[in-house]
């Protein structure tokens, strides 16, 4: 059910508050980048896959920081995607089996 609260904001400011332009500018740029791919099946259906998955969390995954870090929502995802991959780590093999928090990390040399 839709809130009463959601009616009071101007258009505006709901857009920004639930990062809507972000969102859409983000599924132009994946548009471009694969428009060779997307001649199948139309931009329509693009753009509904792209949405579809920004509900389902998976549109975080193989992106890059800044585009994870874009977000609430983003980072929200990528915390469930993080732990769906390694919640069992170290579950069968007791703790000499748990990876060191610095083994998650990962940085880009500088170049």
Not at 29 to 54: M, P
Not at 76 to 81: E, G, P, Q, T
Request: aromatic letters at 14%; hydrophobic letters at 40%; one cysteine or more.
């Amino acid at each position: 059910m839709l809130s009463p609260e959601r009616l009071a904001l101007p258009d505006y400011e709901y857009l920004a508050q639930r990062h809507v332009l972000t969102y859409m500018e983000d599924a132009v740029c994946q548009l471009l980048e694969n428009k060779e791919d997307i001649s199948q099946y139309g931009i329509a259906r693009f753009f509904t896959e792209y949405f579809n998955s920004v509900c389902q969390g998976t549109h975080i995954l193989f992106r890059e920081f800044s585009f994870i870090q874009a977000t609430p929502h983003n980072r929200a995802s990528f915390l469930r995607a993080f732990w769906r991959c390694f919640r069992t780590v170290g579950k069968n093999g007791g703790p000499s089996m748990l990876l060191q928090m610095a083994l998650f990390h990962s940085q880009r040399p500088q170049s």
